[in-house]
Structure formats: structure tokens, C-alpha cells
């Protein structure tokens, strides 16, 4: 049989869409204004196509001395994609109607013109015209939202609609991993924390489905373990690895962040444990010995690290000089061991001594955290501070005040070294559960507790005298409206409970050994399941007399230590 690309070779292209297509109903009419007759049409689940017969339309109609007509829709989920707005018939000018089209991961969002609270149609379109005619459908850009404001802005007209479909476009695979336990709260946090990474599943794996719709390498960091951990490999890592690398020759910083070069090797070392592919490790092999002879340059006499600008740890302590020190200083230390794994996998012997050389310098230099969770939990995982002197001064101190989203993963990783797994299930619930509270579906760029004072949630409209959680707060990149609230490196939850509380923890590259060893905290249960290159392993432990009780099924190529 012959695809249409061998009867028209000029439709063969160069790439490929992994991804697919879903047609949504909004779930919520929020709002309207002017004459909108019968909007709760648009709640139908109706068929896809436009027809002749324009039964239970929802209509706009402007009329001279009243207000505009407008609607705005919530369709009860974030989502990546576009809307398609079905038109059966129109009355004015041309039998052509102009329609405004405003989308919001936040409804206030959708309610606000473009520059007002910083709104923009930065990476992709949120605000946009649109012309349509009748018996029509109408498709817009894609962006990632949960809200669509609609404006009819003809004077003396009128126009039918059949639908304003959400198009879901993401890629439709199989969550294979999963995780429960006797707390619903935290349950809902490993759910949204796996959406919010899958979202980002698109034709490259970005950090925002709105802002920022890009591959920024450190970012991926998070992402890549809760993708291994839910839904196994998938070949947007290794995409999203080789664009990046490709496009940063050899002696420049990947995104121009000298961190994020140091991520890289991360993931690198992260997605060889969980699927041991030597053949696409050694396509490294150049380009990851000749960054880590780099990254070994970047200690000066006293141990001290010294990488070049632009120095990044996370948002939150961007301002914070001596704790981006602290953060680097422990990452560095990271990368040595990880280099040290590298360069003796490919049989480099001299950069294995100097590697272990250089994180021996280190390690003899403990940098102040300067009061910072994020910069803390890196010395406590990278090996340089105690963990249970770390928690108890500094990480555990306010329960989740002074949490990242990016970061978040390793606090939440370095109380649970330090032994304090029920005060980590406790900032888990307060911080990524403080989110769920304000409305979110997805996690956010970042998130401060103290940004609640007087907030109201996301899917709400903001009434006078309270504070808008969307468009009053955000810092730096993502000052109110620009905020991402679909981050995909604010996905820590999921590694997290895998890890530690499920107590899963790779050993040996391609998942051949595996240690399992749960730790519930405050928890009576919990369980789950995990993807391994050989098949599913399922995990369960109980509470029972003050004992642990666990069961593990796995495949037989998986050596497993309990």
C-alpha cells in the first residue's frame, strides 16, 4: 500500500507530529456580557462538524445602545492547543462577523488586555482577531490555557454558534507509573505534578506551555524524572537533549547558563540509569569529556567553585549572590561524580583522576547557604552538609515558607535524607497543595506562600478589594500575568513519593537493580507502580502493628534489594 508521501514525494517534509487531537466542551459559563442568548449550548458535547440544520445555537448579537456582547468559558482544565470556533450563520456587514479571542491559564487573565498587568502575546498568541463567516470553523494559534474570553466587536449584528471547542493537543501515551496512598490531598498533588510534566510532552519537551514554549536544558532536570517514572521512555528527552547540544558548540553554556551546561551531564547520567542505552550515550561521548575537562577548570585554589556567568540556581534566589554560590559549589560537586562515571565508561583514565581530584578540592569547602532551602538541600545531596543538622536549621524551619517550585524536588529529597519524611509530606501538602487550593490544575512556574494574603484562586473573577493570585503576584520573568501556570519543572512530586516515599531508587544502569526501601512518614499506606526497560514493577507497603509490611512484583531481569 502507498502512503500519500510516496505518490507525492514533496509531502514526505523532515519532521513529524508525535502529537494528537482532542476535542473539548467548556465545563463553566463564568461570565457574560451584552445579549447572549442560550450559552449553555456551548456545554453540549456536539459533533465536530459544521452543518445545515442550526439547532440550539448560542447566539451574540450587538445592538445599538447596549453593550457589546462577550462571553467568557472555562473549560475546567488546563490544556495545550488551540479553539476552533464553529459558526452557522452571521448577520452583518459582508455576512462576515469579527470576533476577539483572549485565552488565560487564569480567568483574569482572559478578562485583561494585552499590556495591562503584563500581559503579552510573547511565545505564543493569547489575544487575537479573528474574521469568520458562516457555516464555518475557525481555528486559532496554539497556547496552553484553561479560559476564553469571547468579544463580538461588529456594531448591529449578529452571529450563531455551534461550539467553541478546546483542541487538546498532546501526546496520547500511557501513565504507567503511579502512585496512592491513604491521603487524597497528596494523591490529587502526584496527579496534577504528572499532567503538568505531560503537557510539556510536545513536539520538544518545554518548561511552559504558554511562556516559556522552549527547550531550556536545566529545566528539564525535574521533568526527565517524572517522565522516567510515569510513562517510561519516550523519545522527547533525547530530542530535547541532542537540539540543545547541537545548537551549543562545545566551550559555550547550554542556553547561555553556565548551570544548565551542568544539568545536562544530570540528565545524561539520570536517563542512562533508567534505560542504560549505551549506543546513545556514547553519540556523547565528545561533546559530555570535553564540558567536564571544562567544568573541572571551574575551582579555584581554596576549593572554592567558580563558574562563569550567567550564574543560576533558580527565580527565588536570584538575588540572593551567596546562596547561588552555595547551589553551584554543591552542583559542581555533582558533576565531578557524575564526570568521574563518565570518563571512566569511556575508558578515560586521566580525566577519571582528575575528576575525583577536583571533587576532593571541593569537598573540602562548605559555602554558606545564606539562609536558602534550595541552596541547602543542594550541599545536604551533594554530600557536603549534614542532613539532619541542614533540616533542623534551616530546611524544616517554616514547614514550606521558602520552597521552589524547581528546586522543590530536593528540599523535599534532603529532608528525607535527613530522616524527616513526615515533615516533607507536610511542606508537600502546604506548598503544591497551597496551588490546588487556589484553583490550579497544573503546577506553576513558582509559587510563595505568602502570596496568598488575601487571594483568590485562578478560576475565579477577582472581586474589588482582594488580590488577584495571577495578576498581582509573579517576580523577575513572570511579574503577574506573565506567569507560567503550567511549569513543568515544578513536577517534583512525582520523583519525590516515587523515591523516597515508595522508596524506589535505581542502582544499576537500565533499572537491572533497584533498591526499594518505603518510607511512609505520617502515611498508613501507599503504592504504586514504576516503568523499567524489562516491564512494571508494583510496590506496595502497609502500616500493621508498628511494622512495615511490603510487596514488591517485578520482572524477572530486575534484581531487586529490599
Given at each position: 500500500?502507498?502512503?500519500?508521501?510516496?505518490?507525492?514525494?514533496?509531502?514526505?517534509?523532515?519532521?513529524?507530529?508525535?502529537?494528537?487531537?482532542?476535542?473539548?466542551?467548556?465545563?463553566?459559563?463564568?461570565?457574560?456580557?451584552?445579549?447572549?442568548?442560550?450559552?449553555?449550548?456551548?456545554?453540549?458535547?456536539?459533533?465536530?462538524?459544521?452543518?445545515?440544520?442550526?439547532?440550539?445555537?448560542?447566539?451574540l448579537?450587538?445592538?445599538?445602545?447596549?453593550?457589546?456582547?462577550?462571553?467568557?468559558?472555562?473549560?475546567?482544565?488546563?490544556?495545550?492547543?488551540?479553539?476552533?470556533?464553529?459558526?452557522w450563520?452571521?448577520r452583518?456587514?459582508?455576512?462576515?462577523?469579527?470576533?476577539?479571542?483572549?485565552?488565560?491559564?487564569?480567568?483574569?487573565?482572559?478578562?485583561?488586555?494585552?499590556?495591562?498587568?503584563?500581559?503579552?502575546?510573547?511565545?505564543?498568541?493569547?489575544?487575537?482577531?479573528?474574521?469568520?463567516?458562516?457555516?464555518?470553523?475557525?481555528?486559532?494559534?496554539?497556547?496552553?490555557?484553561?479560559?476564553?474570553?469571547?468579544?463580538?466587536?461588529?456594531?448591529?449584528?449578529?452571529?450563531?454558534?455551534?461550539?467553541?471547542?478546546?483542541?487538546?493537543?498532546?501526546?496520547?501515551?500511557?501513565?504507567?507509573?503511579?502512585?496512592?496512598?491513604?491521603?487524597?490531598?497528596?494523591?490529587?498533588?502526584?496527579?496534577?505534578?504528572?499532567?503538568?510534566?505531560?503537557?510539556?510532552?510536545?513536539?520538544?519537551?518545554?518548561?511552559?506551555i504558554?511562556?516559556?514554549?522552549?527547550?531550556?536544558?536545566?529545566?528539564?532536570?525535574?521533568?526527565?524524572?517524572?517522565?522516567?517514572?510515569?510513562?517510561?521512555?519516550?523519545?522527547?528527552?533525547?530530542?530535547?537533549?541532542?537540539?540543545v547540544?547541537?545548537?551549543?558548540?562545545?566551550?559555550?553554556?547550554?542556553?547561555?547558563?553556565?548551570?544548565?551546561?551542568v544539568?545536562?551531564?544530570?540528565?545524561?547520567y539520570?536517563?542512562?540509569?533508567?534505560?542504560?542505552?549505551?549506543?546513545?550515550?556514547?553519540?556523547?561521548?565528545?561533546?559530555?569529556?570535553?564540558?567536564?575537562?571544562?567544568?573541572?577548570?571551574?575551582?579555584?585554589?581554596e576549593?572554592?567553585?567558580?563558574?562563569?556567568?550567567?550564574?543560576?540556581?533558580?527565580?527565588?534566589?536570584?538575588?540572593?549572590?551567596?546562596?547561588?554560590?552555595?547551589?553551584?559549589?554543591?552542583?559542581?560537586?555533582?558533576?565531578?561524580?557524575?564526570?568521574?562515571?563518565?570518563?571512566?565508561?569511556?575508558?578515560?583514565?586521566?580525566?577519571?583522576?582528575?575528576?575525583?581530584?577536583?571533587?576532593?578540592?571541593?569537598?573540602?569547602?562548605?559555602?554558606?547557604?545564606?539562609?536558602?532551602?534550595?541552596?541547602?538541600?543542594?550541599?545536604?545531596?551533594?554530600?557536603?552538609?549534614?542532613?539532619?543538622?541542614?533540616n533542623?536549621?534551616?530546611?524544616?524551619?517554616?514547614?514550606?515558607?521558602?520552597?521552589?517550585?524547581?528546586?522543590?524536588?530536593?528540599?523535599?529529597?534532603?529532608?528525607?535524607?535527613?530522616?524527616?519524611?513526615?515533615?516533607?509530606?507536610?511542606?508537600?501538602?502546604?506548598?503544591?497543595?497551597?496551588?490546588?487550593?487556589?484553583?490550579?490544575?497544573?503546577?506553576?512556574?513558582?509559587?510563595?506562600?505568602?502570596?496568598?494574603?488575601?487571594?483568590?484562586?485562578?478560576?475565579?473573577?477577582?472581586?474589588?478589594?482582594?488580590?488577584?493570585?495571577?495578576?498581582d503576584?509573579?517576580?523577575?520573568?513572570?511579574?503577574?500575568?506573565?506567569?507560567?501556570?503550567?511549569?513543568?519543572?515544578?513536577?517534583?512530586?512525582?520523583?519525590?513519593?516515587?523515591?523516597?516515599?515508595?522508596?524506589?531508587?535505581?542502582?544499576?544502569?537500565?533499572?537491572?537493580?533497584?533498591?526499594?526501601?518505603?518510607?511512609?512518614?505520617?502515611?498508613?499506606?501507599?503504592?504504586?507502580?514504576?516503568?523499567?526497560?524489562?516491564?512494571?514493577?508494583?510496590?506496595?507497603?502497609?502500616?500493621?502493628?508498628?511494622?512495615?509490611?511490603l510487596?514488591?512484583?517485578?520482572?524477572?531481569?530486575?534484581?531487586?534489594?529490599?
Open positions: 500500500m502507498s502512503k500519500v508521501s510516496d505518490v507525492f514525494p514533496s509531502l514526505a517534509g523532515y519532521n513529524a507530529d508525535p502529537r494528537t487531537r482532542r476535542y473539548l466542551a467548556p465545563k463553566r459559563i463564568m461570565w457574560t456580557r451584552g445579549s447572549v442568548s442560550n450559552p449553555e449550548a456551548l456545554l453540549e458535547e456536539k459533533s465536530s462538524q459544521i452543518t445545515l440544520d442550526a439547532g440550539n445555537a448560542c447566539v448579537e450587538n445592538k445599538p445602545g447596549q453593550p457589546k456582547a462577550a462571553i467568557l468559558l472555562d473549560y475546567g482544565i488546563e490544556i495545550n492547543g488551540s479553539a476552533r470556533l464553529m459558526i450563520h452571521v452583518g456587514e459582508g455576512n462576515r462577523a469579527n470576533l476577539r479571542v483572549r485565552f488565560g491559564e487564569s480567568a483574569m487573565e482572559a478578562m485583561t488586555d494585552i499590556g495591562t498587568k503584563n500581559t503579552t502575546n510573547d511565545h505564543a498568541n493569547r489575544d487575537m482577531r479573528i474574521n469568520v463567516g458562516f457555516l464555518s470553523a475557525n481555528e486559532t494559534n496554539e497556547t496552553g490555557y484553561r479560559f476564553i474570553r469571547i468579544d463580538f466587536e461588529d456594531d448591529d449584528a449578529r452571529v450563531e454558534f455551534k461550539a467553541v471547542e478546546g483542541v487538546f493537543i498532546f501526546r496520547d501515551i500511557e501513565y504507567k507509573g503511579s502512585f496512592e496512598c491513604d491521603d487524597p490531598l497528596i494523591n490529587k498533588i502526584w496527579a496534577t505534578a504528572a499532567y503538568t510534566a505531560h503537557l510539556n510532552m510536545q513536539e520538544y519537551l518545554w518548561d511552559g504558554k511562556r516559556d514554549r522552549l527547550v531550556w536544558i536545566g529545566d528539564m532536570q525535574t521533568e526527565v524524572m517524572t517522565i522516567a517514572s510515569v510513562f517510561g521512555y519516550n523519545d522527547v528527552v533525547p530530542k530535547s537533549l541532542d537540539l547540544r547541537d545548537e551549543t558548540p562545545s566551550g559555550r553554556w547550554m542556553n547561555g547558563i553556565s548551570s544548565y551546561s544539568w545536562w551531564l544530570f540528565l545524561h539520570d536517563w542512562y540509569m533508567y534505560f542504560g542505552n549505551i549506543d546513545y550515550l556514547t553519540e556523547q561521548r565528545e561533546y559530555m569529556l570535553a564540558l567536564i575537562d571544562i567544568l573541572c577548570g571551574c575551582v579555584n585554589d576549593g572554592s567553585e567558580m563558574l562563569p556567568e550567567g550564574r543560576f540556581i533558580d527565580w527565588p534566589n536570584q538575588a540572593n549572590k551567596q546562596a547561588t554560590h552555595a547551589g553551584l559549589h554543591a552542583m559542581l560537586k555533582m558533576a565531578m561524580e557524575k564526570g568521574e562515571f563518565f570518563a571512566d565508561l569511556f575508558g578515560d583514565s586521566a580525566l577519571v583522576q582528575r575528576c575525583r581530584n577536583t571533587a576532593q578540592k571541593l569537598s573540602g569547602y562548605l559555602p554558606d547557604p545564606n539562609g536558602s532551602k534550595q541552596a541547602g538541600a543542594l550541599l545536604v545531596v551533594a554530600g557536603l552538609a549534614d542532613a539532619v543538622k541542614m533542623d536549621g534551616l530546611l524544616s524551619v517554616g514547614c514550606a515558607k521558602g520552597f521552589s517550585t524547581f528546586l522543590g524536588y530536593y528540599t523535599l529529597a534532603a529532608m528525607a535524607m535527613a530522616g524527616d519524611y513526615s515533615g516533607a509530606l507536610d511542606a508537600l501538602r502546604e506548598y503544591w497543595g497551597g496551588m490546588l487550593k487556589l484553583g490550579a490544575t497544573t503546577f506553576w512556574e513558582d509559587f510563595n506562600l505568602e502570596w496568598t494574603e488575601n487571594a483568590v484562586g485562578i478560576d475565579e473573577i477577582v472581586p474589588e478589594g482582594k488580590a488577584d493570585i495571577h495578576g503576584r509573579g517576580a523577575y520573568c513572570y511579574e503577574k500575568f506573565r506567569h507560567s501556570l503550567c511549569h513543568g519543572w515544578a513536577s517534583g512530586p512525582v520523583p519525590f513519593l516515587t523515591r523516597y516515599i515508595l522508596g524506589i531508587n535505581v542502582l544499576e544502569p537500565a533499572c537491572r537493580k533497584i533498591s526499594i526501601k518505603p518510607n511512609l512518614g505520617s502515611l498508613n499506606y501507599a503504592r504504586g507502580t514504576f516503568p523499567t526497560p524489562y516491564g512494571i514493577i508494583e510496590v506496595s507497603a502497609i502500616k500493621r502493628n508498628g511494622e512495615v509490611i510487596d514488591v512484583k517485578s520482572p524477572a531481569q530486575v534484581e531487586i534489594i529490599k
